[in-house]
Structure formats: C-alpha cells, structure tokens
C-alpha cells in the first residue's frame, strides 16, 4: 500500500504550531541576551577578575560544558524542587538555557579578551580610563568583534538544542510537533513541516546575529 501524503491535516492545528514557534523564539531570545550577559562575566572573571573567583566560574564552565543539556535541563526541573526552589516549565526552560549558553560563551568570549595585546590595557590606562572604562572601550568591543562569527554560531546551536524543553511540557515548537503528531498520526508531514521550520529560524537568527554584526562593530573606513 502506498503512503498517501496528505499536510492538509496540519490546518487545523496552525494554532498550536504558531505558539510553539513563539515559545521557542521567546527562548532563545532570552536564552542569548542574558546567556551571552552571563558568559561575559564570567569571561571577565576567567581572563582579569580576582583570583579567589577563578576557580568558581572554571568549575561551572567544566561542568556545564560537560554534561549534557537535557540532564541539566532535568536538574532544574525535577531536581531543584527537592530544595524548595519551584519553577514552571518555561522558567526552567529558560535558566537551563541561560546557563547552558552562558558557560560555552565564556569560553568563547575569554578566547577574545585573551586576543587583546597587553599594550592595549596600558593604552587605557595613560588616557586616565578607569579599569571598567578599559575593559568596556579598549578590551570587550574589540573582542566581542573577533568572537561574533563564533558566538552566532553558538546561539544558534543553543536555539537547536532547545528543542528538548518539550521533554518537561515546555509548550515549543517540538512540543507541538509531538501533540499534533499525536492527534493526527500523521508523523511524515509533522516532522517534516517541523524540521523545515527549525531550518528557516535557523537561517533568519543566524542572518539576523549577523545584521546585528554589522551594526554593533561597523567597519572602519580606511
């Protein structure tokens, strides 16, 4: 018997599919605002903070960046209660996310700070800046500038692996692949519409970050 292909099925249910793509929009909009925020500190902390931090900020980087995301992710969720620490599934959702894409854009993001020739911070301070106006103007732009490319490309991996909050109940994209799925047993036509829709968000964050590239570190004339 031939497989009859049939998205039709899909119409009724554009409701859903359209919310799962703003919950997941919502997160990685917040996921990389306050994950590459985070991933800067501890950047800081890692290249030119105090050396009684070190240690702390290397050892949640070492941990974040080797285990997997859904065990954090389930830590949060079904872990963090045990302490009395109660969240909802897109709040969970949420921190799993800023964590996780905080301790890999550390790395990245330390990678730039360490780029920076040391006679750059001795320029700042002969201009009388203070040690966070040289940090911010002579280190950090500089630096986000090298790293960019790199770190674009981690928040869109980060935006790809967020489709395992749908594990908790988070209401995203897979999440509602899988209730639709589940209706309407229609499992080609739902994954396939899905696996197109992560394409395409993929490929607008990943032109947009770029956009935001360009206007964040224009290029100077000669």
């Known amino acids: 018997m031939t497989y009859q292909f049939d998205f039709g099925w899909l ?16 997160l990685i909009l917040v996921g990389a605002v306050l994950g590459v925020a985070l991933g800067t500190a ?5 290249a030119l903070g105090p050396v009684w931090l070190k240690p702390v ?20 969720f079904f872990g ?12 969970a959702a949420n921190l799993a ?9 550390c790395e990245i993001v330390r990678a730039g700070i360490q780029a920076t020739p ?12 203070t040690p966070f106006e040289t940090f911010w103007h002579v280190v950090l732009i ?5 790293i960019w490319p790199a770190l674009s490309s981690q928040i869109v991996i980060v935006m790809l692996g967020s489709a395992v909050v749908s594990q908790i109940a988070a209401e995203d994209l897979t999440f509602a692949a899988n209730f639709i799925q589940s209706r309407n047993f229609r499992a ?5 519409v899905s696996t197109l829709i992560y394409l395409v968000l993929a490929i607008l964050l990943r032109q947009a970050l770029s956009g935001l590239g360009w206007v964040l570190f224009p290029k100077k004339k000669a």
């Open 97 to 105: 996310m800023i964590v996780n894409l905080g301790a890999y854009s």
């Open 42 to 46: 501890c950047a800081w902390v890692r």
């Open 188 to 192: 080609f036509e739902t994954y396939f």
């Open 142 to 146: 500089p630096a986000l500038q090298r």
């Open 80 to 91: 963090l209660p045990s302490l009395g620490l109660q969240m909802s599934e897109l709040t």
């Open 57 to 76: 900020v290397a050892g949640y980087v070492e941990l974040i960046r080797n285990t997997p995301f859904l065990i954090q992710l389930f830590f949060i």
């Open 11 to 26: 119409l009724p249910y554009m409701p859903v599919l359209l919310k799962g793509i703003g919950i997941t929009l919502q």
């Open 118 to 129: 040391r006679g750059q911070f001795e320029a700042g301070a002969s201009l009388a800046m």
